[in-house]
């Protein structure tokens, strides 16, 4: 994946990443269902150092997982659309939402988190790993 750009919806934020993803997968917490408008949250997970911002700044909104950590949700302040997540219990890495990504084909799903929040109507593929709560 090397190098890849993202932003939001009305171009107010943009992003550059360079980098391998840590990780990427779907999290179905009830947090995530709130600001994905239903879905589970596809995210990359990268190293924060390995990330840019290229135009403007999103806002932050804090909160506490159901596992007592403090998570914070950026988002653009114009149009609303969710770009990152980042967790206290994992400092340096950043989670960018799969659907920011200028080309979202780049992302490829590794597993579930969080599956015991999602509804019955949530895709799980049973071929990727799953993880009932908190992967931590």
Not at 70 to 95: H, K, M, W, Y
Request: proline share 8%; with cysteine.
């Amino acid at each position: 994946m090397a190098r890849f750009t993202g932003g939001c919806l009305c171009g107010a934020i943009r992003y550059e990443a360079d980098g391998e993803p840590v990780t990427a997968g779907a999290c179905h917490c009830r947090d995530c269902q709130y600001v994905s408008g239903g879905g589970p949250a596809h995210v990359l997970v990268m190293a924060a150092s390995d990330v840019k911002m290229t135009k403007g700044e999103p806002r932050i909104y804090f909160s506490l997982s159901e596992a007592g950590h403090t998570v914070g949700r950026s988002f653009c302040e114009d149009c609303g659309t969710p770009i990152f997540a980042q967790n206290a219990a994992r400092p340096g890495f950043l989670s960018i939402k799969a659907g920011t990504l200028d080309d979202p084909s780049l992302y490829r799903q590794r597993g579930h988190i969080w599956v015991k929040s999602a509804p019955p109507w949530h895709h799980i593929d049973p071929a990727l790993p799953t993880i009932k709560g908190d992967p931590i």
